[in-house]
């Protein structure tokens, strides 16, 4: 019964601010889904063509949905296997593969960067001899984000530029740090572009396929991919991602996967299906060799900001929603597109997602809880 309740709770918060109602339990919860999901693409107060839904309990099964189109020239219906870029969802990914490094040893979260990186990388950001690994990966470290709206305007008016790392803290060291070494928190892209390169360091691979071979295909994710600088393509059946440029509606599908690079941009291709696999494996330790390493991931320091997030871990976010529920994994937001991948610790509930454009995906968490409340609503 408390979880029912605390459903409720929340389903009926969200609801409140996206005006939308609760439909009672009458149809099976996939078709619900789908029901929801529909109204939410069609809604005047929404602004994606598409979007695409995955939960999954163990009460009330798995489930993937989509709508909309996957492409607003043809119009082809959105289907729940369209692979679309999980921008930042890819830091998750990136920490796993250190904390396996950890467990080998070969790394410490207590190593600093001077410690871990060449001088021409340190010598770059003041404090770097006080800059752990830790810090790097919950983003305490002080180090400037080089996502600034320049660097957004020069990726819109070069979407194909391919970018080198290098660029990236270049644009960074420009800026005075946010802080001193551990005496905050803010996000910052930086932060992993370096422990991109701490991951090539350590193990004398490219992150990209350190990142393939010890998590996408030991996990056997089909349909994840991590293309190379310069392939723009996405293989298969995709999700279009859209933005508007100067007044006008823009495909940005094919922006360089090596914008933002180690810290997700276009980096990361993959399904709704996919996250919710390496989601759960991440959470039962299946990528480790204790399963307690999860909980070092799972270690939040404060940080608030937009959408209810409360808390960083190492690779994690954590949310409250409206009504107290907890959420934990990672949003990725990058150019047309924004995703989500998380687990729900109250309610038992794994949900992942994206819609085709970068806007606030609350309408279709609210959806999803709420065919997910009625299913449950005695």
């Known amino acids: ?220 994710l089909k349909s994840t991919t991590l293309p190379e600088p310069g392939d723009v393509a996405i293989p298969g059946a995709f999700m279009h991602g859209y933005g508007l440029i100067g007044g006008s509606v823009v495909d940005l599908s094919f922006i360089d996967p090596s914008m933002a690079g180690a810290a997700g941009g276009g980096a990361l291709v993959t399904t709704v299906g996919d996250l919710a696999t390496f989601l759960a494996a991440l959470r039962s330790g299946k990528l480790f060799k204790d399963p307690a390493t999860y909980q070092a991931m799972a270690d939040f320091v404060a940080a608030a900001g937009e959408g209810g997030r409360t808390g960083y871990g190492l690779g994690l976010e954590k949310y409250a929603l409206p009504g107290g529920i907890e959420m934990i994994g990672h949003s990725g937001g990058t150019a047309g597109y924004r995703s989500g991948a998380f687990y729900f610790p109250a309610l038992d509930l794994t949900m992942t997602f994206a819609i085709s454009v970068q806007a606030d995906p609350t309408p279709v968490i609210a959806a999803a809880l709420g065919a997910m409340a009625s299913e449950a609503a005695p």
């Open 1 to 220: 019964m408390s979880r029912v309740v605390s459903i409720s709770g929340v389903v009926a918060a969200l609801m409140l601010l996206w005006g939308q109602t609760l439909v009672q339990a009458a149809e099976p919860l996939e078709v619900r889904l789908k029901t929801a999901l529909d109204a939410v693409v069609a809604s005047d107060q929404t602004v994606f063509p598409g979007a695409i839904l995955s939960v999954s309990h163990p009460d009330q099964g798995t489930y993937a949905v989509a709508a909309g189109v996957a492409d607003i020239e043809t119009n082809a219906p959105l289907t729940p296997d369209a692979r679309f870029r999980a921008g930042s969802i890819a830091k998750p990914f990136v920490a796993a593969v250190v904390l396996q490094l950890v467990e080998e040893g070969k790394l410490s979260l207590d190593d600093t960067m001077t410690e871990l990186l060449p001088q021409d990388v340190t010598a770059r950001f003041a404090g770097s001899d006080k800059i752990t690994l830790r810090m790097l990966l919950n983003h305490t470290s002080g180090i400037p984000e080089w996502l600034s709206d320049e660097a957004i305007g020069r990726i819109a008016a070069n979407p194909a530029k391919v970018w080198d790392v290098g660029e990236f803290l270049d644009l960074a060291a420009a800026m005075a740090p946010a802080f001193a070494p551990g005496t905050g928190w803010a996000y910052s892209n930086t932060d992993y572009n370096l422990v991109g390169l701490v991951i090539e360091r350590a193990t004398g691979q490219p992150w990209r396929e350190t990142v393939r071979t010890r998590v996408i295909e030991p996990l056997g």
